[in-house]
């Protein structure tokens, strides 16, 4: 008797960790963007990650493909876990990546924007603008 819950159990978890991936990423239940938000333009866009969305796979699984990240760094920052506070003596290293609008909205919904996470625009060290992800308070 203990083997055949032990089978069904086995078998049950690639459902149940595909179904949590696809209610996460994927469906749409369980998320809804801010009202306010204002519509992404047409184009690309640059999004500076520092924390899981450094890793290709995870990229992959939200918005299907891992992209060609470059390295950047964020200054006037430092990291604390998943999230950045203000200091100016401080720089938080990460990647930057290039994705289109409908790439970006995807993050957004990984983040949980409006629930979990802000999205700014920061300069980076090469001057240039990036989204961010923040942690809201």
Do not use: K
């Amino acid at each position: 008797m203990p083997l055949r819950y032990l089978l069904t159990g086995l078998l049950g978890l690639p459902l149940l960790v595909t179904g949590y991936l696809w209610w996460t990423l994927l469906s749409p239940f369980g998320y809804a963007p801010p009202q306010d938000l204002v519509p992404l333009a047409a184009g690309e866009h640059r999004v500076f990650v520092y924390g899981t969305l450094r890793h290709a796979p995870l990229r992959w699984l939200i918005y299907g493909r891992s992209g060609d990240p470059a390295p950047a760094r964020l200054p006037g920052y430092r990291r604390e876990g998943l999230d950045i506070h203000r200091n100016a003596n401080a720089s938080v290293e990460g990647l930057v990546l290039r994705v289109d609008a409908e790439e970006l909205a995807r993050l957004d919904r990984y983040e949980r924007l409006g629930i979990r996470y802000e999205r700014i625009a920061l300069p980076l060290a090469d001057g240039r603008p990036a989204w961010v992800y923040r942690r809201l308070d």
